[in-house]
């Protein structure tokens, strides 16, 4: 079992589904975690949870995709912590339409969260880590950025764009010890996933080799992975996590 003690770890989007899940199994592995999410009641109540299992973790309220947000934000975690040593850039968010039908601040919304808050969020965390000369960043991708899906060009473009930032960041902080690597789930049982009806559910699991969502457990554990001393010699990769779907 990975041991993350003396480690501290950044999670955005950390009040539900998949970023929650990571920030459990740091914390239930000895990490010190931020968490992240827009709402603070939110986010403080995911973290008191953990908190009452035994981990320690601050719960700091902010929108990645505003920088005056961002920057406040890290003015106060770092009151709190002297690094980051894990970032995971979770926070994401889908407003679905056809391209047709799309509206301006549909796009905008989502390429501002999920690729501009990546921009902003990992420029802060980066420069303390070429500082220390470690350090480990994991951006949450989709299948959709590989694959595709009808209704989701602005999710799918802001989402090919973290795997180009992946590689290229790679390249440019590997000589620091930092490695910097994306995961690209599938279909994940989440609180998006339960709003589909019983019969689109089961065409969906139809499609996926595996014949099953996954949980975000496997994602979770994915992570962990990539941010072990065991994956010390991988970076600038996308591990799909997706049942098959994309190979």
Not at 1 to 24: C, N, P, W, Y
Not at 32 to 56: F, L, N, P, W
Not at 162 to 179: M, P, Q
Request: charged share 25%; hydrophobic share 40%.
């Amino acid at each position: 079992m990975h041991d993350f003690s003396s480690q501290v770890v950044l999670v955005t989007g950390a009040s539900r589904g998949i970023g929650r899940k990571v920030a459990e199994e740091f914390a239930s592995r000895g990490a010190y975690v931020v968490m992240t999410s827009r709402s603070q009641d939110h986010i403080e109540a995911a973290a008191q949870e953990i908190r009452e299992k035994g981990g320690e973790t601050l719960a700091v309220a902010m929108d990645v995709g505003q920088p005056d947000q961002v920057q406040s934000a890290f003015s106060q975690i770092g009151e709190n912590v002297e690094k980051v040593d894990i970032l995971v850039n979770n926070a994401g968010v889908t407003r679905d339409n056809l391209i047709l039908r799309m509206k301006e601040e549909q796009w905008r919304e989502v390429l501002s969260t999920n690729l501009d808050g990546l921009f902003y969020v990992t420029r802060q965390v980066v420069t303390g880590m070429v500082r220390q000369r470690f350090g480990r960043v994991i951006n949450i991708t989709s299948v959709v950025a590989q694959r595709g899906n009808p209704g989701q060009v602005n999710y799918a473009s802001s989402k090919a764009g973290i795997i180009g930032f992946t590689k290229a960041l790679a390249r440019e902080v590997a000589s620091r010890n930092i490695t910097v690597n994306a995961i690209a789930p599938g279909f994940i049982e989440t609180d998006m996933s339960a709003k589909m009806g019983p019969e689109k559910k089961e065409e969906l699991e139809k499609s996926i080799p595996l014949k099953r969502l996954g949980g975000v457990e496997d994602v979770a554990y994915g992570v962990l992975f990539l941010a072990s001393k065991e994956a010390g010699y991988v970076t600038g990769h996308v591990l799909n996590i997706n049942g098959g779907m994309y190979m």
